[in-house]
């Protein structure tokens, strides 16, 4: 677990580089009330506390879910949703290894509906807006909702590449148009680009430790892609390319950290082909034609149901069973 | 010391398996020891699969080495010798190394420090019929040195028409042993002819000897030896990579042949049979030595001074053979054969088995304390090192939700429990251990199971056969108040047998008529159609045989369980029945015998239904039993 947060730590990096202290304040801030409620729950199910809190899986789900996060969210929904994370979806369900489903994603999902707007309120990426807020006024922001005076919200906002997309796309802007917007980069948006590479770069490291299956993110990019490259052959004009889809929003963390979680997906080298399949086409169907601009948190958490279910119909041959029938047959 | 051997090139690998730390270069560097003759050997019985040999010995009694002291208890059981002369001071339950801790039958032999030999003769079994070979093999007690015990000779003799390959397991894939890479380097010319001997008691084709890569020695040794020796058949060393556990019998078949032996199937079927090298030694050694198998090469490693291999009698103590190695102090349990599969000794008291290839003394250093064991997260490591292809995750969760039916439904019986799944997991899960709960539950439910359909079908037959008496008894009292009534009426009686044996001397006498015209008839005149005379004794003869056939199971199902005298009153009162009978068919119309056979044959019809009925009712119970 530990090696997954290790991973973790370019893609951190990077987003902290483009978009400020603010993204560190969200991690801490996570990573404190996860830790705090991990240990609380399990003081109250008479577990041992060490080995649990230390065995870095509240950590991975307080970064993973503070990496969904906008980096300027008001410091007590990042807190809330820690919480609810711990202790409503991993330890309500009986804990380590027992959760239905992914404990960030339904973190981060309840958020979203719940505070839709405060959920979408991201800063531009440093530099690009007219003006930037510096340490001390993201903090500022951060805790009391504030900013120094003279400064307003609204002149350091942006939307998302993939939220810009959308909106743009619905007012019949031409997709050339909207691209050559200046929050757009050589693939996806200017600093997304880089921080979902750095994402690419822990993920691989992840596959060279083999703590993921690397059937996992390999489908799930690849439905991605694919169904990215159909639409966007049909017609450049309203759809977006592979690479776009790629390098947006939460696809290589999800392809690697977040798909590949074990606990809430199917076990069977089939079934984990068919999860990542399905999650990769959900998740391009709900960022194409869906009411969310990104789409893998709810993809996650849907297929996470259907895990059990995949499993059951896709249990591999054993060993001295395969050819029953043909040996059957002889015998 | 880590110089391996090339792999063969023609290998076809199992899925999985693991690579744990080896270990061997501890217990490989000095040539196998032997052992002197402990003062006192404590032999256990049961050393075989199956049956616990019955022993031949008693207290007191004098013994020479290699005389039969248990002699195989039924087909699945080999026989048991004394190791050295001396007297037996004990016959009874003592400790032993099996991993359930309980005692069993052990003698206990007190050297007489001469290790007199009992008159031993050649056997000369190349001019030996193959059942007298199995019955000599399981005097001999020759059983599987690679852990099982499974008796040999129940392994040779199986194919009919020769075998395709027999596979000579001496991969030796668990950490820590290296009895059988000493064998091979220092006996293999004597392993070869052992070879030979079952290659010709097999009818094999070839032969292939599969050998780990960590033996680079061995395997030389025994391609030396194969040159060596004269052979007519085709025969190789394969070298297959370290892998645990490539020494499973399935396993190595599947890398040396490319067969997958398929669940309950014996290998024999498919043309393939395994025989551990050690064992294939001892077989050479009981065959042209007439030596039983009395004494085994075995490591004893891990926290001792001098880790090495010892030929040791079967029966020596654990503790001798632990000062023989030189017993350090920290060891906090000694494991009986592998780190893997192995399991802790209950003592050090107990006596060496012959499926003890290796002794570990284990100490904190070389066996750190495991650390907690956490939840499950399902990362299907397990799956991956699974030799068997299970989903040990899936039989875990089973297992522990008491799931046993899914458990079994997803194959928890290919399980070989060798312990690779524990070995990755990274959660510190003992994995085996809730697979061989899981399994001994389905055992034992299934015990229960068997005892409760026995108890019932007990009950039921009691039942039944409650119900019969009462039945007969009243059928008995029913006869008894009828001949009661015909012995106080005796004239009616009489009156109504002589208007039955008029009957019958007419029906007689018109039946003689007929003949006597019907011959009569034929002699007359040859122009005549012949009548057949069978034609005419033909309705005599059923009538008179049908009641016969009829009455009979009736009369003896009664008669069995019933005493002298009413037997006799009774088998008089159904032959009374029967002659009334036929008398009455005789002087029957056509008519009458014709309904008089339906009904017989609607009794008959109705009795087959209700046997039908009780042996479907029976197969019903027993159906689920199976």
Same mark, same amino acid.
């Given at each position: 677990?530990?090696?997954?947060?290790?991973?973790?730590?370019?893609?951190?990096?990077?987003?902290?580089?483009?978009?400020?202290?603010?993204?560190?304040?969200?991690?801490?801030?996570?990573?404190?009330?996860?830790?705090?409620?991990?240990?609380?729950?399990?003081?109250?199910?008479?577990?041992?506390?060490?080995?649990?809190?230390?065995?870095?899986?509240?950590?991975?789900?307080?970064?993973?879910?503070?990496?969904?996060?906008?980096?300027?969210?008001?410091?007590?929904?990042?807190?809330?949703?820690?919480?609810?994370?711990?202790?409503?979806?991993?330890?309500?369900?009986?804990?380590?290894?027992?959760?239905?489903?992914?404990?960030?994603?339904?973190?981060?999902?309840?958020?979203?509906?719940?505070?839709?707007?405060?959920?979408?309120?991201?800063?531009?990426?440093?530099?690009?807006?007219?003006?930037?807020?510096?340490?001390?006024?993201?903090?500022?922001?951060?805790?009391?909702?504030?900013?120094?005076?003279?400064?307003?919200?609204?002149?350091?906002?942006?939307?998302?590449?993939?939220?810009?997309?959308?909106?743009?796309?619905?007012?019949?802007?031409?997709?050339?148009?909207?691209?050559?917007?200046?929050?757009?980069?050589?693939?996806?948006?200017?600093?997304?680009?880089?921080?979902?590479?750095?994402?690419?770069?822990?993920?691989?490291?992840?596959?060279?430790?083999?703590?993921?299956?690397?059937?996992?993110?390999?489908?799930?990019?690849?439905?991605?892609?694919?169904?990215?490259?159909?639409?966007?052959?049909?017609?450049?004009?309203?759809?977006?390319?592979?690479?776009?889809?790629?390098?947006?929003?939460?696809?290589?963390?999800?392809?690697?950290?977040?798909?590949?979680?074990?606990?809430?997906?199917?076990?069977?080298?089939?079934?984990?082909?068919?999860?990542?399949?399905?999650?990769?086409?959900?998740?391009?169907?709900?960022?194409?034609?869906?009411?969310?601009?990104?789409?893998?948190?709810?993809?996650?958490?849907?297929?996470?149901?259907?895990?059990?279910?995949?499993?059951?119909?896709?249990?591999?041959?054993?060993?001295?069973?395969?050819?029953?029938?043909?040996?059957?047959?002889?015998? | 010391?880590?110089?391996?051997?090339?792999?063969?090139?023609?290998?076809?690998?199992?899925?999985?398996?693991?690579?744990?730390?080896?270990?061997?270069?501890?217990?490989?560097?000095?040539?196998?020891?032997?052992?002197?003759?402990?003062?006192?050997?404590?032999?256990?019985?049961?050393?075989?699969?199956?049956?616990?040999?019955?022993?031949?010995?008693?207290?007191?009694?004098? @013994?020479?080495?290699?005389?039969?002291?248990?002699?195989?208890?039924?087909?699945?059981?080999?026989?048991?010798?004394?190791?050295?002369?001396?007297?037996? @001071?004990?016959?009874?339950?003592?400790?032993?190394?099996?991993?359930?801790?309980?005692?069993?039958?052990?003698?206990?032999?007190?050297?007489?420090?001469?290790?007199?030999?009992?008159?031993?003769?050649?056997?000369?079994?190349?001019?030996?019929?193959?059942?007298?070979?199995?019955?000599?093999?399981?005097?001999?007690?020759?059983?599987?040195?690679?852990?099982?015990?499974?008796?040999?000779?129940?392994?040779?003799?199986?194919?009919?028409?020769?075998?395709?390959?027999?596979?000579?397991?001496?991969?030796?894939?668990?950490?820590?042993?290296?009895?059988?890479?000493?064998?091979?380097?220092?006996?293999?010319?004597?392993?070869?002819?052992?070879?030979?001997?079952?290659?010709?008691?097999?009818?094999?084709?070839?032969?292939?000897?599969?050998?780990?890569? *960590?033996?680079?020695?061995?395997?030389?040794?025994?391609?030396?030896?194969?040159?060596?020796?004269?052979?007519?058949?085709?025969?190789?060393?394969?070298? @297959?990579?370290?892998?645990?556990?490539?020494?499973?019998?399935?396993?190595?078949?599947?890398?040396?042949?490319?067969?997958? @032996?398929?669940?309950?199937?014996?290998?024999?079927?498919?043309?393939?049979?395994?025989?551990?090298?050690?064992?294939?030694?001892?077989?050479?050694?009981?065959?042209?030595?007439?030596?039983?198998?009395?004494?085994?090469?075995?490591?004893?490693?891990?926290?001792?001074?001098?880790?090495?291999?010892?030929?040791?009698?079967?029966?020596?103590?654990?503790?001798?053979?632990?000062?023989?190695?030189?017993?350090?102090?920290?060891?906090?349990?000694?494991?009986?054969?592998?780190?893997?599969?192995?399991?802790?000794?209950?003592?050090?008291?107990?006596?060496?088995?012959?499926?003890?290839?290796?002794?570990?003394?284990?100490?904190?250093?070389?066996?750190?304390?495991?650390?907690?064991?956490?939840?499950?997260?399902?990362?299907?490591?397990?799956?991956?090192?699974?030799?068997?292809?299970?989903?040990?995750?899936?039989?875990?969760?089973?297992?522990?939700?008491? *799931?046993?039916?899914?458990?079994?439904?997803?194959?928890?019986?290919?399980?070989?429990?060798?312990?690779?799944?524990?070995?990755?997991?990274?959660?510190?899960?003992?994995?085996?251990?809730?697979?061989?709960?899981?399994?001994?539950?389905?055992?034992?439910?299934?015990?229960?199971?068997?005892?409760?359909?026995?108890?019932?079908?007990?009950?039921?037959?009691?039942?039944?056969?409650?119900?019969?008496?009462?039945?007969?008894?009243?059928?008995?009292?029913?006869?008894?108040?009828?001949?009661?009534?015909?012995?106080?009426?005796?004239?009616?009686?009489?009156?109504?047998?002589?208007?039955?044996?008029?009957?019958?001397?007419?029906?007689?006498?018109?039946?003689?008529?007929?003949?006597?015209?019907?011959?009569?008839?034929?002699?007359?005149?040859?122009?005549?159609?012949?009548?057949?005379?069978?034609?005419?004794?033909?309705?005599?003869?059923?009538?008179?045989?049908?009641?016969?056939?009829?009455?009979?199971?009736?009369?003896?199902?009664?008669?069995?369980?019933?005493?002298?005298?009413?037997?006799?009153?009774?088998?008089?009162?159904?032959?009374?029945?029967?002659?009334?009978?036929?008398?009455?068919?005789?002087?029957?119309?056509?008519?009458?015998?014709?309904?008089?056979?339906?009904?017989?044959?609607?009794?008959?019809?109705?009795?087959?239904?209700?046997?039908?009925?009780?042996?479907?009712?029976?197969?019903?119970?027993?159906?689920?039993?199976?």
């Amino acid at each position: 677990m530990l090696k997954v947060a290790a991973a973790l730590i370019p893609g951190i990096a990077t987003y902290t580089y483009f978009f400020g202290v603010g993204v560190l304040v969200q991690i801490g801030l996570a990573t404190v009330a996860a830790l705090a409620t991990e240990a609380f729950c399990l003081r109250l199910r008479n577990y041992p506390i060490k080995p649990f809190v230390t065995d870095g899986s509240a950590i991975v789900t307080a970064w993973l879910m503070a990496l969904s996060f906008p980096p300027l969210a008001p410091w007590w929904m990042i807190t809330l949703a820690a919480i609810m994370s711990i202790a409503l979806a991993k330890h309500m369900y009986g804990g380590l290894g027992q959760n239905t489903f992914n404990p960030a994603m339904v973190g981060f999902a309840i958020m979203i509906v719940s505070f839709p707007a405060q959920m979408s309120h991201w800063a531009a990426p440093l530099g690009l807006a007219p003006q930037s807020l510096d340490a001390a006024a993201q903090l500022q922001w951060i805790f009391t909702g504030h900013l120094p005076a003279g400064l307003n919200f609204d002149a350091v906002a942006s939307a998302t590449p993939l939220d810009t997309v959308k909106t743009q796309l619905m007012q019949h802007t031409n997709m050339l148009t909207i691209l050559h917007e200046k929050l757009f980069g050589g693939i996806g948006g200017i600093g997304t680009e880089w921080i979902t590479a750095a994402y690419l770069l822990g993920g691989l490291y992840l596959l060279q430790q083999k703590l993921i299956p690397w059937i996992v993110p390999v489908t799930f990019l690849a439905v991605l892609g694919g169904m990215a490259g159909i639409f966007w052959l049909v017609d450049p004009q309203h759809y977006t390319s592979p690479l776009f889809h790629w390098f947006s929003g939460a696809a290589m963390l999800g392809a690697f950290f977040i798909v590949t979680d074990p606990v809430t997906s199917p076990t069977t080298p089939l079934g984990r082909m068919i999860f990542a399949g399905l999650i990769g086409l959900l998740t391009y169907l709900i960022r194409v034609f869906g009411g969310y601009p990104d789409g893998v948190a709810f993809a996650v958490l849907i297929l996470n149901l259907a895990a059990p279910f995949i499993d059951q119909y896709t249990q591999p041959s054993v060993f001295g069973h395969k050819n029953r029938k043909k040996a059957g047959a002889k015998a | 010391m880590n110089a391996r051997a090339e792999v063969s090139k023609v290998i076809f690998p199992f899925h999985g398996g693991v690579h744990p730390p080896e270990h061997k270069d501890e217990s490989s560097q000095t040539p196998i020891a032997a052992m002197p003759v402990p003062r006192q050997l404590v032999v256990p019985l049961h050393q075989s699969i199956g049956n616990i040999a019955k022993a031949l010995v008693a207290v007191g009694d004098t @013994v020479l080495k290699g005389q039969m002291i248990a002699e195989a208890d039924g087909t699945v059981s080999a026989a048991v010798h004394a190791p050295t002369s001396g007297r037996v @001071v004990a016959v009874g339950p003592t400790l032993v190394p099996h991993p359930s801790g309980l005692p069993e039958h052990c003698v206990t032999i007190e050297s007489d420090g001469e290790d007199r030999w009992i008159e031993r003769n050649r056997f000369d079994w190349r001019n030996a019929e193959g059942r007298i070979i199995r019955d000599y093999l399981r005097d001999m007690g020759v059983v599987g040195l690679g852990g099982a015990v499974f008796p040999s000779h129940l392994k040779i003799g199986g194919a009919r028409d020769g075998l395709d390959t027999l596979v000579i397991n001496a991969a030796e894939c668990e950490p820590y042993i290296t009895c059988d890479d000493l064998l091979m380097r220092e006996r293999a010319a004597q392993v070869v002819e052992g070879i030979k001997i079952v290659q010709h008691l097999l009818q094999a084709r070839q032969v292939l000897v599969g050998i780990e890569d *960590n033996k680079p020695q061995a395997a030389q040794a025994m391609r030396e030896a194969l040159k060596n020796a004269a052979i007519n058949f085709p025969a190789d060393v394969v070298v @297959v990579p370290t892998l645990y556990p490539s020494g499973g019998a399935k396993q190595l078949i599947k890398l040396l042949t490319n067969i997958e @032996v398929p669940s309950g199937v014996r290998s024999t079927d498919l043309g393939v049979q395994c025989f551990n090298v050690a064992t294939i030694y001892t077989i050479y050694r009981a065959l042209e030595h007439a030596e039983p198998v009395i004494s085994r090469v075995v490591t004893i490693t891990g926290n001792v001074q001098r880790p090495g291999n010892v030929d040791a009698l079967i029966g020596t103590p654990i503790a001798d053979l632990l000062a023989f190695a030189g017993d350090k102090p920290g060891s906090q349990a000694y494991i009986y054969g592998g780190p893997m599969m192995g399991f802790e000794l209950p003592g050090t008291s107990l006596g060496l088995s012959k499926a003890g290839n290796c002794i570990i003394a284990k100490n904190g250093a070389l066996f750190p304390e495991k650390p907690v064991e956490m939840p499950c997260i399902r990362c299907g490591k397990c799956a991956d090192a699974c030799p068997a292809e299970l989903q040990p995750m899936d039989l875990y969760w089973f297992g522990k939700s008491k *799931n046993f039916g899914k458990a079994q439904e997803r194959n928890l019986f290919d399980c070989i429990e060798c312990g690779a799944c524990a070995y990755v997991c990274p959660s510190n899960i003992q994995l085996v251990d809730y697979f061989r709960f899981s399994k001994s539950e389905i055992w034992a439910a299934e015990k229960a199971k068997k005892a409760a359909d026995q108890a019932r079908e007990r009950h039921e037959f009691r039942q039944f056969r409650e119900e019969r008496e009462k039945r007969e008894k009243a059928e008995r009292a029913a006869a008894k108040a009828a001949a009661r009534t015909e012995a106080s009426g005796g004239n009616v009686a009489e009156a109504a047998d002589a208007e039955r044996a008029a009957k019958i001397k007419a029906a007689m006498e018109r039946a003689a008529a007929k003949k006597v015209e019907a011959a009569a008839a034929q002699t007359a005149s040859d122009s005549v159609t012949p009548i057949d005379p069978d034609a005419v004794s033909v309705p005599m003869g059923q009538a008179a045989i049908a009641p016969t056939s009829n009455e009979a199971p009736q009369a003896v199902e009664s008669a069995a369980p019933a005493l002298d005298p009413e037997k006799a009153e009774r088998i008089r009162a159904a032959m009374e029945k029967r002659a009334a009978e036929k008398a009455a068919a005789e002087a029957m119309s056509p008519e009458e015998k014709a309904a008089k056979e339906a009904e017989k044959k609607a009794k008959i019809a109705a009795a087959m239904e209700r046997a039908a009925a009780k042996k479907a009712g029976q197969a019903a119970q027993q159906q689920p039993g199976e």
